[in-house]
């Protein structure tokens, strides 16, 4: 199993970014993916996720209104549009994928998951 994330970057802040998790390997079906973020000295937090079986979309208080997950499973990829980004956005954001359907709050908790990607950067800076 494999999760490759890509599409971090250096943007301004009110700008746009799209990360993408791409997944060999592993079956979408009754999975649960989810995007983790980690800035430098705090802790991993969760930022979205979404349950296939429903798409049930998540998302934290902290970026509700600004990103968006979305799939296309005939891709096995796992996308999240990031607009008016913020420099308080800048981290590492993970993607990750639980091969049972989640409820909350689990889909919010990193033990839950079962496979993980290597990260992307995402740095929000004028």
């Known amino acids: 199993v494999q999760l490759q994330a890509s599409g971090g970057g250096l943007v301004q802040p009110g700008g746009s970014l799209r990360l993408s998790c791409v997944m060999s390997g592993f079956s979408l079906r009754g999975s649960t993916i989810g995007w983790f973020r980690q800035a430098p000295g705090k802790d991993r937090e969760a930022v979205s996720c979404?349950?296939?079986?429903?798409?049930?979309?998540i998302y934290a208080n902290s970026v509700k209104g600004r990103f968006t997950i979305s799939r296309d499973n005939a891709k096995s990829t796992v996308y999240l549009q990031m607009n008016d980004l913020q420099p308080e956005d800048t981290a590492v954001y993970y993607c990750a994928a639980a091969t049972s359907g989640l409820i909350w709050p689990s889909m919010f908790e990193a033990r839950y998951y079962n496979y993980w990607g290597q990260g992307t950067l995402v740095t929000v800076s004028s």
């Open positions: 979404i349950r296939q079986s429903d798409n049930k979309k």
